[in-house]
Nanobody, 124 residues
Framework: QVQLVESGGGLVQAGDSLRLSCAAS????????MGWFRQAPGKEREFVAG????????YYADSVKDRFTASRDNAKNTVYLLMNSLKPEDTAVYYC?????????????????WGQGTQVTVSS
C-alpha cells in the first residue's frame, strides 16, 4: 500500500496562489493514478483534479479549470496542486488520493488510498 502525506496548506487572501504537495511512500508510486479532492464543512468530498500515471494528462473539475494546475514528479514520488486566483469558495480540506485504474474518475469511493488532508482557507 502507498502512504500519502499532504503539505502546503494555509491561510491566504482572495486572489493569492498556493501550492500543495503530496508525498508518497511505499509501493511503486508510478503505478497509480492520482487525484485531488476537497471537502468544505458540511459538504461532500468534491473532485478537483485527476493525474494520469505518467502525468501527461490531467482532468479537472469545471470549478477549478483554468485556475488550478495538477502535476506529478514520479522521480520524487510527489503530486502537486498549484492553485491560482484563489476564491473564498475554495476554502476546504484538500486531500490527495490514489487508485490503480483510470485517472479521470471524479468519484471519491473509487480511490484506494488517501492522505490525511491539508487545510486551505481563503479570506475575502
Amino acid at each position: 500500500q502507498v502512504q500519502l502525506v499532504e503539505s502546503g496548506g494555509g491561510l491566504v487572501q482572495a486572489g493569492d496562489s498556493l501550492r500543495l504537495s503530496c508525498a508518497a511512500s511505499g509501493r511503486a508510486f508510478s503505478n497509480y493514478s492520482m487525484g485531488w479532492f476537497r471537502q468544505a464543512p458540511g459538504k461532500e468530498r468534491e473532485f478537483v483534479a485527476g493525474v494520469s500515471r505518467t502525468g501527461d494528462i490531467v482532468y479537472y473539475a469545471d470549478s477549478v479549470k483554468d485556475r488550478f494546475t495538477a502535476s506529478r514528479d514520479n522521480a520524487k514520488n510527489t503530486v502537486y496542486l498549484l492553485m491560482n486566483s484563489l476564491k473564498p469558495e475554495d476554502t476546504a480540506v484538500y486531500y490527495c488520493a490514489g487508485r490503480a485504474g483510470y485517472f479521470n474518475i471524479p468519484i471519491a469511493r473509487a480511490y484506494d488510498f488517501w492522505g490525511q488532508g491539508t487545510q486551505v482557507t481563503v479570506s475575502s
